[in-house]
């Protein structure tokens, strides 16, 4: 059987879809197609039309005919399935059986027919399979997506990271540069008089204040000049000073209008009056407070809890020492059956009575800079213990059955809707074997560990979407127990603890301080044994 071309046609002969499976030129088709409603005759029952050279085969489809144009040696009852499973296919694609509903679903159309037809010989497919192959739906793709999002969404921390330090360095900068100058101003009033008498000392104030590289520069540069030229540096401002306060000002602005265009400018914290020359510049947040949870969980092979413990804390990290004398104000929620704890020096009556972190002494600050535990300074801790099945995050189903000489072995995982878990790995550990095992299904990836004889499977994200899965592996005949026990690690921006910190507050006044706030879960111990 050889299926010369597959068509869609109005009753006029106004061909509207065509698909030629062998070498046809244009004209030959389109006088095919003409020909055809000429030879159909009115009142028959047939649905095939015989010329000398070809046959037609054909289903009307309301004002329209579905035709299949084959050569007279083509076996007639393959031809009549091709046409079944094509008038099948048609209305999937097009909801409408009219000229405007084909023409706008051509394309697609073509596609199915190919996938039905190949050369001119039927596949042997169903219309489920047609619709997916013509969607091309792939889970490499949605997971390259999924990175690429992670990716974009860990580049925008980053940004608002370095956004928050370059304006943290400029204001320390103007602070300390502000400093420099008003002791500046009244050390060298005197001289400055003798030098411009002509000249308003305040309007030179102003001047100073106004630029804050251009007082950084001048005070390094009277520092550092003999004390017996001190007059000399001073009867000739116009040419020194006078182009550094320009040069600052045409850099200050060239670097304004990077970052007005949307440029990150990461190198341009210059040293400052105050700061030391051997101090490592900004490179986070200068108050980051974490809540981080961490899940101990033990469940049942066969089913059941055997326990669950969350650990949870509230850690503090501060850069500089000034930033110190702060306090923390936190919300909490009902959080039964939690037990929090305090650090010794927070203040204990205050915390009980307006939810506020602070220390005994006020006339004191947190301690800054870099502290045994990589969070940072403790100021709350909490934990909780229970039994209750219905909290475990992501619950855990293996099941091992023996076939023959082979072990199959389905294991499937379901979440709770509480948590998306991110970056979820389970670690099935495999009897000794030579060759990998064979996987027959998987919702995720997977990967074997043959040093450690461990299969690997990792699912990126769970959430609602997809918060069950499965796969199967087969490997040897093995004991079931040598499938156990099952590991899991995964993350979580949601912890179990209804605690967030609302706001810091400035024990000196001011303005309240920016701080970068991050809460995250992981797991410690989470085991099916």
């Known amino acids: 059987m050889v299926v010369l071309a597959a068509s869609i046609i109005t009753k006029t002969g106004k061909a509207l879809v065509s698909r030629q499976f062998v070498d046809m030129s244009r004209i030959r088709i389109e006088g095919l197609l003409a020909a055809f409603p000429k030879l159909v005759g009115i009142g028959k029952q047939h649905t095939y ?296 020096n927070i203040n204990k009556e205050l915390y009980s009575k307006e939810n506020l972190l602070g220390l005994k002494d006020p006339s004191r600050p947190f301690p800054a800079g870099p502290t045994g535990d990589a969070l940072g300074v403790g100021l709350v801790k909490w934990r909780m213990q229970s039994a209750d099945e219905t909290l475990v995050p992501l619950s855990i189903n293996c099941w091992p059955s023996i076939s023959g000489g082979e072990t199959y072995v389905n294991i499937e995982y379901e979440a709770s809707k509480m948590f998306d878990l991110q970056n979820v790995i389970i670690s099935i550990p495999l009897p000794a074997i030579r060759d990998p095992p064979t996987v027959n299904q998987v919702d995720g990836d997977w990967r074997y560990d043959s040093r450690r004889s461990v299969l690997e499977w990792s699912i990126l994200l769970i959430d609602n979407s997809n918060s069950s899965g499965s796969m199967e592996f087969v490997v040897p005949k093995a004991d079931p127990s040598a499938f156990f026990p099952i590991d899991v690690r995964f993350t979580a921006a949601r912890t179990f603890c209804d605690l967030k910190v609302a706001s810091v507050l400035p024990l000196k006044g001011g303005p309240p301080p920016k701080f970068a706030y991050r809460t995250q879960m992981v797991t410690e111990n989470y085991q099916v044994v």
């Open 49 to 344: 039309v015989e010329t000398e050279n070809v046959r037609y085969v054909y289903q009307p489809m309301e004002a329209l005919y579905l035709l299949l144009v084959t050569n007279k040696q083509s076996n007639i009852l393959e031809d009549l399935e091709t046409l079944r499973v094509l008038s099948k296919i048609v209305p999937e694609y097009s909801a409408s059986l009219d000229e405007e509903g084909i023409c706008r679903m051509a394309f697609e159309l073509i596609f199915a027919f190919d996938e039905v037809i190949s050369l001119g010989h039927k596949e042997n497919v169903t219309i489920a399979q047609v619709k997916q192959y013509c969607e091309m739906e792939s889970h490499e793709e949605r997971l390259h997506k999924l990175i690429m999002q992670s990716k974009i969404n860990e580049t925008k921390d980053v940004m608002k990271r370095k956004a928050s330090e370059i304006d943290k360095s400029k204001i320390d900068r103007n602070r300390s540069d502000k400093g420099g100058l008003m002791s500046l101003q009244s050390s060298m009033s005197t001289r400055i008089e003798n030098g411009f008498s002509d000249m308003s000392i305040s309007g030179s104030g102003g001047g100073f204040g106004s630029n804050s590289s251009y007082g950084s520069m001048d005070l390094d540069s009277f520092s550092s000049k003999p004390k017996g030229r001190t007059t000399t540096a001073a009867t000739a401002p116009s040419k020194g000073l006078g182009m550094q306060l320009g040069k600052a000002q045409k850099t200050n602005q060239f670097l304004e209008s990077l970052k007005a265009e949307g440029e990150v400018i990461v190198e341009d914290v210059q040293p400052v009056v105050g700061q030391s020359r051997g101090s490592v510049p900004v490179a986070t947040d200068p108050i980051t407070l974490t809540v981080e949870e961490k899940l101990n969980v033990v469940l049942k092979r066969d089913g059941g809890l055997n326990n669950l413990e969350v650990q949870g804390t509230l850690a503090l990290q501060i850069l500089q020492k000034d930033d110190g004398f702060i306090q923390v104000q936190i919300e909490t929620g009902a959080n039964k059956g939690f037990q929090f704890k305090t650090h010794p």
